[in-house]
């Protein structure tokens, strides 16, 4: 179901994991080995509902704490950004409809803006292994804002580098956490999901649930434009 929207769209803001690259399994699997040597686990439900889409700071703190792991939060992110290198090297995947979207807003004239949680490395790896880094006008981190996901920080912060006001602005994002910290900025967001459906609440802060990122491009075409 979808709301009508109230004012033309001139900026989209993407989330990048489980929304425009294919990482969240990544990054179930990576908690999975640091888990493993110490005799745990847990259920990917269980990812997609606690860690999906929050900060690796968060993330690592809240794993650690949650299973007495004996490591520094510092022991952690080394281990799992070692292991993650391994994974990266192989190739990230985009997720459906990346590409054409992307291609999509260039020529409709939109800005574009990526806003994530996960390091500049990183990110630059993963979207230049596609050759899309160079679609975004503007990028924002986790280490740029004080506060990640759910708060509305990281997604305010893009709007100041694209010089846009955030009703003008749309938001893509997969997880509970993104919309949340999109709807607490007063931006209009749209949920792609990847792990998982977002819960009664989370969809109806959205302005619409879609299957895949290309039906981005027939919703603004029917709502935005």
Same mark, same amino acid.
């Given at each position: 179901m979808e709301k009508t929207a109230n004012r033309p769209v001139q900026a989209v803001i993407f989330d990048l994991d489980g929304l425009l690259i294919d990482t969240e399994? @990544?990054?179930y699997a990576l908690y999975q080995d640091l888990l493993r040597p110490y005799g745990h686990t847990f259920s990917v439900e269980d990812? &997609?509902?606690?860690?999906?889409?929050?900060?690796?700071?968060?993330?690592?703190?809240?794993? @650690?704490a949650?299973?007495?792991?004996? =490591?520094s939060v510092a022991q952690g992110t080394a281990l799992v950004s070692a292991q993650e290198k391994m994974y990266f090297a192989r190739g990230v995947p985009l997720k459906t409809g990346a590409k054409e979207l992307l291609v999509y807003l260039k020529q409709k004239?939109?800005? =574009? &803006?990526?806003?994530?949680?996960? +390091?500049?490395a990183r990110a630059l790896e993963a979207l230049s292994q596609h050759g899309i880094a160079s679609y975004f006008d503007a990028m924002v981190f986790g280490a740029e804002v004080a506060r990640g996901k759910p708060h509305p920080d990281i997604f305010c912060k893009a709007c100041d580098k694209l010089h846009a006001a955030p009703e003008d602005c749309l938001v893509l994002e997969d997880s509970?956490?993104? @919309?949340?910290s999109a709807f607490s900025a007063h931006i209009? +967001? @749209?949920?792609?999901?990847?792990?998982?459906?977002?819960g009664t609440a989370f969809q109806d802060m959205a302005q619409a649930v879609l299957p895949i990122l290309t039906d981005v491009i027939d919703y603004l075409e029917r709502r935005c434009c």
């Open positions: 399994t @990544i990054s990812y &997609a509902q606690n860690y999906s889409g929050k900060s690796e700071l968060h993330n690592m703190q809240a794993i @650690i949650r299973f007495g792991l004996p =490591i004239g939109y800005l =574009i &803006a990526l806003a994530s949680s996960s +390091v500049r509970e956490a993104g @919309i949340q209009p +967001v @749209i949920c792609i999901p990847d792990m998982r459906q977002p």
